[in-house]
């Protein structure tokens, strides 16, 4: 089944315990993105990468990392998480180098920070 | 830079009745346009899409929009409201020049199904 697989589905983790979410398409897309969705405020979008090993900010990056190894995978790394990142966490994937194409969205990731 | 308006955080309809979300957006070059639905505790499940030619798009569950670019508008409407449709939906757009790719969501629309 084509997919986006976004690992672990609920997190609650302590503040400045780095933490890794997981993100594997097996769709061969080009394009994969990672998102917050916050009460009133929609989705932003964090950190998205055109190719393997190239990356870009997004409207809110300050926090977070990523990486591009490998084309099916795209990790969203918190260093040192706070609680103003507590947020509903999703990772998506377009077919082309752009988003143009539109998105096939992970399940989301839940992550409390306290 | 672009920008997405979707009026109305939440709208209410009786069950058989015509669906009307607005979206509304801004944008300094020739957009893509996106509606995604949200159900509980899901991901966003892509609706339909505008590219470029024909300007009323059909998707998925009985969704139409059309791309108005006079009024930079891309309303999604359904003629018939079912319970099943109860959802949060999303506007977006996606832009890209040169080097540059951005894509923007709107905050959401709750669409409520009255019985």
């Known amino acids: 089944e084509a997919q986006v697989t976004q690992n672990p589905r609920y997190l609650i983790t302590v503040t400045g315990k780095k933490l890794t979410v997981t993100c594997s398409q097996n769709?061969?897309?080009?394009?994969m993105s990672w998102y917050r969705q916050d009460p009133g405020l929609g989705l932003r979008q964090i950190y998205y990468?055109?190719?393997?090993?190239?990356?870009d900010k997004g409207d809110v990056p300050e926090g977070y990392k990523v990486s591009r190894k490998e084309k099916r995978n795209f990790p969203l790394i918190l260093e040192s998480p706070s609680p103003n990142q507590t947020s509903l966490y999703f990772c998506?994937?377009?077919?082309?180098?752009?988003?143009?194409?539109?998105?096939?969205f992970g399940s989301g990731t839940r992550l409390t920070v306290v | 830079a672009q920008s997405v308006t979707q009026l109305g955080s939440h709208v209410s309809v009786s069950e058989g009745a015509l669906v009307l979300l607005r979206c509304n957006y801004s944008?300094?070059?020739?957009?893509?346009l996106f509606w995604y639905v949200q159900y509980p505790n899901q991901g966003l499940q892509l609706l339909l899409k505008?590219?470029?030619?024909?300007?009323l798009v059909k998707g998925i569950n009985g969704f139409e929009a059309e791309f108005k670019k006079s009024e930079t508008s891309f309303h999604l409407t359904k003629p018939s409201a079912h319970m099943s449709d109860a959802a949060e939906y999303f506007c977006?757009?996606?832009?890209?020049?040169?080097?540059?790719?951005?894509?923007?969501f709107g905050t959401g629309t709750k669409l409520q199904v009255i019985p």
């Open positions: 998506a994937s377009s077919p082309e180098r752009t988003a143009n194409y539109g998105y096939t």
């Open positions: 769709m061969n897309h080009e394009y």
């Open positions: 990468s055109m190719n393997v090993e190239v990356t």
């Open positions: 944008s300094s070059v020739p957009p893509y």
């Open positions: 505008y590219t470029t030619g024909a300007t």
């Open positions: 977006a757009v996606s832009v890209s020049s040169g080097g540059y790719q951005k894509v923007t």
